[in-house]
Structure formats: structure tokens, C-alpha cells
């Protein structure tokens, strides 16, 4: 008896355990899907009595909480019954969401609200309330909605979608958007390929309503967890139109997305054609237009990024804003494709789970072996962008292993010198690139004869802020005070961004918020696009020097002077100096003087491959 009590004693002990494991929950944005647990640096003072934040060693601004999360039934926490995760709770009210209008929850439902938004971490019962056939506004320029694109020569497509347990509502809206919004004769098929959802109604409910509509829809499942690659690649394998177009479970096309897709590919069958992707709101619905002036790439932990257009592509946008221009990267979800050409180009990589790293491998390949990657501006489809994954990602080491082992794969295949310094930079994914096999995707670049990554570099993405041979890259550190330039935590918002530029003590190596390029046009640029600005240099008798986006306007233009060490602002003829009395908390620009100890720099070298 009295043994039995202890072991209940233990079991109990080692639950609680378990319990306090589970409920650590790390917050870090969405983009990142990354582990940070074992990256602490430097600790920030807590907003909440049970929180810590911190910047991580990339700089990322790390939040760790410690609340009842989605998992402990009660308190403020979504009691998720099997019951409730397998209801449909679709029931579209008259109006709601109708034009791309939001839908607001009232406030005696926000419990409710709460509970469903964890389904699919976007607001569930929002989006129940909002009829699969909604309404759109036609998001278009006015040039987009005059253009004949005719539609007698273009090739058919078959529409893939890809789903892990998805909501209904969403899911049918995307199918229905496609249906109504598509010109008939361009539909081949809609081919929806279940990844081992666990919801009853995505079972025969789903086969039964598919059948009625007016376009083939074919549902296939994979019986196992395959994740988004191999489903892509198992709807590819069925596929019965002369173009592949993949789209996610919760996207909305709007009037004339599909022409401008297919017509670029009719024009040459080599583009991978990607339409604008509008934002879905997560909380609301409400359908949010995009600006047409971003072009996607990557940072320096090949995360998908947008930034600002590259200047060839606004020149041509100047001349014609309906032509798709070239993009260095895709974000992935979305994008047509020619049947034949994705296969002659080497597909997917089917070694790799679940999500990520997918998008970057396929934007390298297609452009390194004789393709390109655009966007088309005509065409617009809204995508549900969320905060966090509502699914599992199965198996050892969860998202974070996962995501780093895809990417291990892309940097070992396509990243030639650059994967040294993308490992250097992810000592997570250096953890384990010994365990990938790319021999298969070394022989396909191999057998097509691909260029280098530095032919990429050199002529798709010029702009890019990585190390090259012809660049310094390392840290800039003040010759008195002893400390290193550093780029801030939080740099303003994501339209305008600007941060102040400090000096701070020098800590390790690999600690990106320290690391700069000095670029032969004279940018010194760091990590996202960011770089060295005097932006009231000529308006001010006491400019600060700022971190800005990069826009290679003169204003962002440095010399260093070996002799003097000075680093001289070339549009101002001023010198990089510590702050000024008025703005204490920022870097100054002065009269250059070549005895000021103020104005002296030291760039020290950091190497970041092992063929420099
Ligand atoms: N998906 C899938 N299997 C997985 C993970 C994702 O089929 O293991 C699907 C998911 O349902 C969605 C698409 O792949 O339709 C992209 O995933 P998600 O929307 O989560 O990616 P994000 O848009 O956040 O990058
Ligand atoms: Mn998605």
C-alpha cells in the first residue's frame, strides 16, 4: 500500500515535470520557426513578472513565456475536444467579410473566439462566418484590368493544394475563389492532396462536395505525415494540365489573377511565375492589398525575406507596371509553373520535411540552372499569413531541427562558399550538416550544369548584403572606446526602418548584430538590408547617423581612410564620429580632423568561408 502511494507520489512528481516542459512556449516571429533555447546572450529587463526576453545572437528579439498555454484545459486556455477539433463550424452570415470587408467578433463571443483561433492559429470563427463565394474587390492597376491576355493560347493548369488538418472554410474559399475567378477553359483540374489531416469532416464530407462542383476536383491522401513537399510532389505526379499551379489551403484568388501567371509561362516556358500575395488578415479577414514594390530574398540565416525592389526592376517598372519582373527568391505557397519544365529542372527535393528551406531551393535551381523566378503584378491572391504553425512537426528536435536540416540541404547543394558562412552564422544548422545526404541534388546540379552561386549573386540579386572576396566583412570597431558598431535590436517599423547606430562592447565572432559588410560602391551594409545612413546630413548642422534600408541613394556612401582611419561621409565630406551632445544615443557625422581620437576605426576581418 504505502509503496503503491510513493510510486503515485513519483508518477505524480515526473508528470509535473512534464507539465512545466510543456508549457514553455518560445515566441519568436513566425518567419523564423526557429529553436532558440540554447542561444541566450544577452537578457533584457522582463516586462512580466513571468517572462524573459532577450536578444539572441542573430539578434532577434526573443520573448520566452511561461502561461497556460493551448495544451491545459481550464483557465484561459481553448479546451480542445476531439468533438470540437472535428466540428465544421461553418456558417457563413449574410454580408460578413462580403468585398474583403472584416468581420468583427463581438465581445460577449471573444471566449469562444479564443478558444478556436488555436484550431489553425488564425481566427476560426471569423472566418466560419464568411461565405466560401465572398466577395473581392478587383485589387488590380488600371493597366493590369485593360491588358488582353488571351486566353484562347494559354496553356490549361491543374491547381494544387496541399493540406495538414485545414479548416473548412478556408479551405473551400480558396477552391471556390479559384472556380469563380478563373477563366473555365484554363481549369484542368483541382487537385487537393491531404496530408494525413485528422479531421473528419476533410474525409468523405469533403470527397462528397468536391464531386458537385463545376470543375474536376480530385481529393488524394497520403496516409502519413509527408509534409508539404512530397504532398506538392504527390499532386504534381496526377497532375493533367500543361502548368502546375500550387497554391496553400487558405489563399483567396481575386478577378484576372490566373492570365497574367500562365501567360508569362506561355511566353517562356522556363519562368516559374509567382502573383503578388495580398494579406489575408489572421484576426479578422479583412483582404489587405500589397504594395507591388517588393521582390522576395533571404537573410543571413536563409530566411525568406521581402525587400525593396532592385533598381533594374524599377526602371522597368517605370516603363510598363503590368510585365512581371525578376525576383531573387519565391516565397513558395504560391507560383505556376510548366509541367514538363518543373520536372526537367529537378522538382523538389523530396528529402526534405515538412516545411521550409523548399521555396530558396527551388529559386536557386531554377535560376542557377537556366530558368527564372517573377512576379507577376496583374495578379494578385490573398494568403492567410499567420503568426505561428497551429501543426506538429514530428519526430527529434521538433521545428527547429527540422526547418535546420532543410536548410542544411539547401546551403550544402546550391550555397558553394556561402554555406561555410551560412553554417557559420547557424551553428544549429552546422550542428547537422553531417548528417544530410545531398548526393542525389549534387548530381542534378551536376547533370545540368548549373552556374555558381556567385553568377547568382553577381546577376540576380546585385543588392544582396552577403560577404563577397571584394568585400570587407567583419567589424568595425572604435579605436578608443574599444567597442564595435552595432546594428539595434529593433529597427524601426517594417516601411520605414530606422534605428539608431551605437558602439557596444565587442562579443563574440559570430555575433551578427556586429558583423558589416564595406561594399565597393561604398554601402556599409549588415544583415536584412540595413546599412550605415546619414539620412539629414545635408539639412542638419548636427546630423546623426542612422541604420536604415539600404536604397543606394549617395547618402548611404562611405569612404575609409587608411592613413587617418577616418570613416568620411562621401556626400557630406563629414567624418563618423562618436554622439554629438544633442543626440546622445546615436553615431555622429563632424568636421573631419585628423587628430580627433573620436574619428579613428578599425575594420577587423572575420572570416566566413575557408576558400577566402
Ligand atoms: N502543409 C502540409 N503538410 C505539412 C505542413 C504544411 O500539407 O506537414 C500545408 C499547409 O496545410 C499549407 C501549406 O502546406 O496549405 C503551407 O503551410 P503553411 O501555410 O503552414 O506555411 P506558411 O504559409 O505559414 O509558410
Ligand atoms: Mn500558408
Known amino acids: 500500500m504505502g509503496l503503491c502511494r510513493r510510486r503515485w507520489r513519483v ?65 484561459t486556455t481553448p479546451n480542445l475536444t476531439h468533438e470540437l477539433l472535428n466540428s465544421n463550424g461553418y456558417s457563413p452570415q449574410p454580408h460578413a467579410g462580403e468585398m474583403g470587408n472584416p468581420v468583427q467578433i463581438p465581445a460577449w463571443e471573444a471566449a469562444r473566439m479564443q478558444q478556436l483561433y488555436h484550431i489553425n492559429k488564425f481566427n476560426l470563427l ?19 484590368q485593360g491588358k488582353d491576355y488571351q486566353v484562347d493560347r494559354l496553356p490549361s493548369t491543374s491547381i494544387i493544394i496541399v493540406f495538414h488538418n485545414e479548416a473548412w472554410s478556408t479551405l473551400l474559399r480558396t477552391v471556390h475563389s479559384v472556380i469563380n475567378r478563373s477563366p473555365r477553359r484554363l481549369l484542368k483540374e483541382i487537385i487537393m492532396v491531404d496530408d494525413a489531416s485528422e479531421r473528419d469532416f476533410l474525409k468523405k464530407p469533403l470527397e462528397d462536395y468536391v464531386a458537385k462542383l463545376s470543375v474536376p476536383v480530385r481529393v488524394i491522401r ?62 479578422n479577414f479583412q483582404y489587405v492589398r500589397s504594395f507591388e514594390l517588393h521582390w522576395g530574398a533571404f537573410n543571413w540565416n536563409l530566411h525568406f525575406r521581402w525587400y525593396a525592389l532592385g533598381h533594374r526592376e524599377v526602371d522597368q517598372r517605370k516603363k510598363d507596371t503590368t510585365k512581371a519582373y525578376r525576383t531573387p527568391a519565391m516565397a513558395g505557397g504560391l507560383f505556376s509553373i510548366e509541367k514538363d519544365f518543373f520536372y526537367q529542372i529537378g522538382s523538389y527535393d523530396r528529402n526534405m520535411d515538412v516545411w521550409g528551406g523548399e521555396n530558396l ?50 546551403a550544402t547543394v546550391w550555397l558553394d562558399d556561402w554555406a561555410d558562412f551560412y553554417f557559420k552564422m547557424n551553428p544549429e544548422a552546422d550542428r547537422v550538416r553531417d548528417e544530410v ?44 572606446k574599444g ?70 541613394l549617395p547618402r548611404q556612401k562611405w569612404t575609409y581612410d587608411e592613413p587617418s ?48
Open 565 to 612: 582611419k577616418q570613416i568620411r561621409h562621401v556626400q557630406s565630406g563629414l567624418c563618423l564620429d562618436l554622439p554629438s551632445q544633442t543626440h546622445p544615443d546615436t553615431l555622429s557625422l563632424q568636421l573631419c580632423d585628423s587628430t580627433l581620437r573620436s574619428q579613428r576605426w578599425i575594420f577587423e576581418d572575420v572570416k566566413w568561408s575557408r576558400n577566402q
Open 437 to 480: 545526404n545531398v548526393r542525389e541534388r549534387l548530381v542534378l546540379r551536376n547533370r545540368m550544369q548549373c552556374q555558381d552561386f556567385q553568377w547568382y549573386l553577381d546577376n540576380v540579386w546585385p543588392e544582396h548584403f552577403l560577404p563577397t572576396k571584394d568585400r570587407f566583412f567583419g567589424k568595425i570597431r572604435h579605436e578608443q
Open 222 to 283: 497520403s496516409d502519413v505525415r509527408t509534409g508539404l513537399i512530397r504532398a506538392r510532389l504527390l499532386g504534381a505526379q496526377v497532375a493533367q494540365g500543361d502548368t502546375l499551379t500550387f497554391l496553400d489551403a487558405h489563399c483567396e484568388a481575386t478577378t484576372g489573377w490566373l492570365e497574367p501567371l500562365l501567360s508569362g509561362i506561355a511566353e517562356d516556358r522556363t519562368r516559374v511565375v509567382c502573383p503578388i500575395i495580398d494579406i489575408i488578415n489572421d484576426d
Open 126 to 144: 471569423a472566418s466560419d462566418r464568411i461565405s466560401v463565394n465572398r466577395s473581392l474587390p478587383d485589387v488590380r492597376k488600371k493597366q493590369c
Open 361 to 410: 531551393e527551388m529559386s536557386f535551381r531554377v535560376w542557377m540552372c537556366g530558368g527564372s523566378v517573377e512576379i507577376a503584378p496583374c495578379s494578385h491572391v490573398g494568403h492567410v499569413f499567420r503568426k505561428s504553425s497551429p501543426y506538429t512537426f514530428p519526430g527529434k528536435g521538433g521545428v527547429g531541427s527540422i526547418l535546420y536540416r532543410n536548410l542544411a540541404r539547401v
Open 483 to 552: 567597442g564595435c558598431l552595432q546594428k539595434p535590436g529593433i529597427i524601426g517599423t517594417a516601411s520605414q526602418p530606422t534605428g539608431p547606430t551605437v558602439i557596444k562592447d565587442c562579443v563574440i565572432e559570430a555575433f551578427q548584430p556586429q558583423l558589416f559588410v564595406f561594399t565597393k560602391k561604398g554601402y556599409i551594409m549588415t544583415d536584412e538590408s540595413v546599412c550605415l545612413d546619414a539620412p539629414d546630413a545635408s539639412s542638419s548642422k548636427d546630423p546623426q547617423v542612422r541604420i536604415m534600408a539600404c536604397n543606394e
Open 11 to 75: 508518477l505524480g512528481f515526473a508528470l509535473g515535470v512534464l507539465f512545466f516542459i510543456l508549457i514553455i512556449h518560445i515566441h519568436v516571429p513566425k518567419a523564423q520557426k526557429d529553436v532558440t533555447d540554447d542561444d541566450i546572450m544577452i537578457p533584457l529587463k522582463s516586462r512580466h513578472k513571468n517572462q524573459e526576453e532577450y536578444i539572441d545572437k542573430r539578434g532577434i528579439h526573443v520573448v520566452v513565456g511561461h502561461y497556460l498555454g493551448d495544451e491545459v484545459p481550464g483557465k
